[in-house]
C-alpha cells in the first residue's frame, strides 16, 4: 500500500471493473488525483488491513478521496464527480435521458458485476468446492442473461456510444464489463452492438489510459 499524500486520491486495483469504471471517468473529465494500489494479493490482502478499513469498513475497491472525506462505491462516486466535476458532463440535460443513462449503468453495475465479483468467485471455489470451469461457466451465465437485454435497450438508444453520441458514465461502465467477458471467453457474437461501442470507445485515449495493463 502506497502512501498518498495528496488531497484527491483514487484507492484502486489494476483488475478491480469497478475501479476501472472511475478511472475512465476521472480521464475523461481530466480530473487531476493520486492512485493508491490496493493490492487484493499483497500482504494477505491489503483491502483487509485496518488502515484501508479505516477508509472503506467494507474492504472494497475503489474509495475515493478528498482531503479527509472517503466515498466507496463506484457508482457513487461516479455520480459525486459528475455532480461536482460539470465541465465535462457524462450525463444528458434531460430527465428521461439521464434516467436511461443510469439504466445502462446499473444493468451491468447492479445485474452482473455483484454475481460475478472476486468475492463470489473466490467462495464458489474455496466454499463451495467448486472447480473453474464450473466457477467460469456461472460467470458466462450471469453475463449472458443481462448482455441480451442490454444489447436490446442498445439497439434502441445508442449512437457513436451507449447513449447517442456523447460520451456517458454508460460508457465508463461497459467497457470495464466487456474487458472480464472477454478474459472469461465469453460468446460476444451476439452482442454486435456491444462489441461495437466497446471497440470505439477504446480507440479513445481516457479509456485506453484506464485499462488494467497500463495500471502495472
Sequence with gaps: ???????NALYTFWRSSASYRVRIALNLKG??????EI????????????????KNPQGLLPVWQEGD???SQSLAILEYLEETQRD????PDEARERARVRELCQIIACEIHPLNNLRVMSYLKANMGQEDEAVNEWYRHWVALSFAPLEQRLNDVAGTYCH??????ADCCLVPQVYNARRFNCDMSPYPTIVKID????????FQDAAPEKQL
Design 1 to 7: 500500500m502506497t502512501k498518498n499524500n495528496s488531497i
Design 31 to 36: 480530473i487531476d488525483h493520486d492512485s493508491v
Design 39 to 54: 493490492d487484493f494479493r499483497k500482504d494477505g490482502g491489503q483491502h483487509r488491513k485496518p488502515e484501508f478499513l479505516s
Design 69 to 71: 472525506w472517503y466515498l
Design 88 to 91: 465535462i458532463p457524462l450525463l
Design 164 to 169: 447517442g453520441d456523447h460520451l456517458s458514465l
Design 199 to 206: 471497440k470505439t470507445l477504446n480507440e479513445l485515449t481516457a
